[in-house]
């Protein structure tokens, strides 16, 4: 059996330091990861929300100026930025597996709505994994268009959880 004491030092003490994860076997078996890391599926991970430009209907939009230039060429590729920069909202992802809470008891208003203004560092949620409560905090400020996920659900790594308009 793990205690949940053990495993909470190690992310303090992760938190704390330079080292990106900690790994820990036993010779009964047990092999405990600890991961800052968000490319380590499969780890225990510090809860950050993870952004991704996503247009509306789900393609993904020019980043840092790369177009794909297609049959109209390099100003019709303008054109789509242009139009794309318009529709441009932001996805907070869930960075662990874990069940969704969108308020922090049962019973209390939820963190945020449809029509939220979120600044960065605000929490929007919180991501129960291994009876730990993670607070999931917005990367950005903007208004909240849409909550994907509904209340006490189970929710997937990289899994959708939140679409913000940032210049809503």
Known sequence: ??????????????????????????DKGVKIRVSKSPAQRGALQVATALPALVAPGGRLTPVDGMLALGEGGAADAAGRAAEAAK?????????????????????????????????????????EAMKIMNE???????????????DAHPVEYGQVLFRIDPTG
């Open 87 to 127: 529709t441009t909202v932001l996805e907070v992802k869930s960075p662990m597996v874990g069940t969704f809470y969108a308020s922090p008891e049962p019973g209390a208003p939820p963190y945020v709505s449809n029509g939220t203004r979120v600044t960065k560092g605000q929490i929007v949620c919180i991501i």
């Open 1 to 26: 059996m793990i205690d949940l004491r053990y495993i909470k030092k190690l992310i303090e003490i992760l938190d704390g330091s330079t080292v990106d994860s900690i790994e820990i076997s036993t």
């Open 136 to 150: 999931i905090e917005s990367e950005f400020s903007g208004v909240v268009r849409d909550v994907l996920v509904q």
